[in-house]
């Protein structure tokens, strides 16, 4: 199976978003999918332990190889520093993903503004995306958010998101 | 990129009355609905008088309070009306709450290990609009575009930093080499740099001017990356420049 483990690691690094299991299975053939499974738990350990710059994560459905982030500061002199979002669109993206699907107006009246900029930013960086139209008056366009939302902050999957904290507290009031 | 000129500070009306509850050290669930409203009008005031254009919702939520105020105000009637219609604050409490849930839940966010920030992947990202410097996206701008992005940005500026024209005596040759000039040594320049420490209302006048004579002479070249991008101003190639 040493084989095996070294065409993961391969496709891992040479795919450029997270490469799920299927995929992998797609590729290499009709292959025992336990068998993946197992390479690739025995590829996660062998990263973990080998404590080097870069680690085999799990993100976005998919297995992918990230620096520490540790060596943050490292690595930023090579790439610079990106743009980052606005608190703006942080909201809005907050509202998105745990409210998803959702309309516009929906956002705009949890946070009680207009969110037409932010929205526009996020598809525009594709962390948000149209899902599809609302069937009632007006067909509202309806917003999710988008696998790039999950590599981009390292999120297995939506269950993976923190439950809100104050609306638990009201509903319990 | 859109040229807004927001509050840093509050995000909005629901942000700015969180503030205000926070500042004041109130109990969300029993709030001193005259005090908030009259902190909160104070402060739209401070807004106003500063000439910065108000989100239309923050004078939805000024009506909504004093409407509460009102409702507050009303006798008690200890028998079944008061019961029955409850705590005129309460909607606004829930809205607040979920709001508030939101904010957290959006920092929540920010404190996870972002790709790009906190962790890198070896994958090539296509980011919308970037800021590179060779971005073969960019589209060549006509007059149009340029006159109609001046005319935004002038009036963002806030009117009172306009300064009456002083008596120096200016002309556009002057801003054309003082333009020639500040693109030899600087490569590209954005159409904001040349405007954006300028006072003087005619020397933004003539600045404009000057480079649509420099563009009519096609002895410069103007960029945008995309509709409502930034406009990048760059020596055209081939031109050889007066001194």
């Known amino acids: 199976m040493e084989e095996l483990k070294m065409i993961l690691e391969a496709l891992i690094f040479a795919s450029e978003m997270p490469l799920s299991a299927e995929k992998i299975a797609q590729l290499v053939g009709e292959e025992d999918r336990k068998a993946i499974e197992s ?9 973990r332990e080998r404590q080097g710059g870069i680690h085999l994560e799990e993100v976005a459905g998919g297995f992918q190889f990230r620096t520490r982030k540790e060596l943050a500061p490292w690595v930023r002199k090579l790439k610079g520093v990106k743009n980052s979002l606005t608190p703006a669109a942080m909201e809005t993206l907050a509202v998105i993903a745990y409210r998803q699907p959702v309309v516009k107006a929906e956002i705009d009246n949890i946070r009680g503004v207009d969110a037409g900029g932010p929205l526009k930013k996020l598809l525009e960086k594709k962390l948000v995306r149209i899902v599809g139209r609302k069937d009632v008056p007006g067909k509202p366009i309806i917003y999710g958010t988008t696998r790039k939302f999950l ?4 999120l297995k999957d939506l269950s993976e998101l923190p ?11 | 990129m859109s040229y807004e000129i927001k509050l840093d500070v509050f995000e909005g009306p629901l942000d700015l009355l969180l503030y205000l509850i926070k500042k004041n050290k109130i109990d969300i669930y029993n709030i001193p609905i005259a005090l908030i409203t009259d902190q909160y009008l104070q402060y739209l005031e401070m807004l106003r008088s500063l000439n910065l254009d108000l989100a239309g919702e923050y004078l939805v939520l000024a009506s909504t309070l004093i409407h509460i105020k009102s409702r507050m105000l009303l006798p008690a009637d200890e028998e079944s009306e008061a019961e029955e219609e409850g705590d005129p604050r309460l909607e606004l409490v829930q809205q607040l709450i979920e709001y508030q849930s939101y904010k957290e839940a959006a920092l929540g966010l920010d404190s996870r290990l972002l790709l790009e920030r906190d962790v890198f992947a070896r994958g090539l990202y296509v980011e919308a609009p970037a800021e590179t410097e060779k971005d ?9 575009d340029l006159v109609a992005s001046f005319q935004k940005i002038v009036s963002q500026m806030n009117k009172e930093e306009l300064l ?3 008596g120096e005596r200016m002309s556009l040759a002057d801003c054309i080499n003082e333009i020639m000039e500040r693109l030899t040594k600087e490569q590209n320049l954005l159409f904001t740099d040349l405007l954006e420490t300028l006072r003087d209302k005619r020397k933004i006048i003539y600045t404009l001017l000057a480079i649509l004579e420099l563009m009519k002479l096609r002895m410069i070249k103007a960029y945008q ?8 101003i760059i020596l055209a190639v081939g031109g050889d420049g007066e001194g």
């Open chain 1, 163 to 173: 439950t809100l904290k104050e609306l638990k507290e009201l509903e319990e009031r």
């Open chain 1, 39 to 47: 390479s690739l738990q025995e590829l996660l350990l062998e990263y």
């Open chain 2, 225 to 232: 990356t995309g509709p409502f991008g930034v406009i990048r």
């Open chain 2, 164 to 166: 009456e024209i002083n």
């Open chain 2, 136 to 144: 073969e996206e960019d589209i060549e701008l006509s007059l149009f």
């Open chain 1, 151 to 154: 590599e981009v902050f390292s």
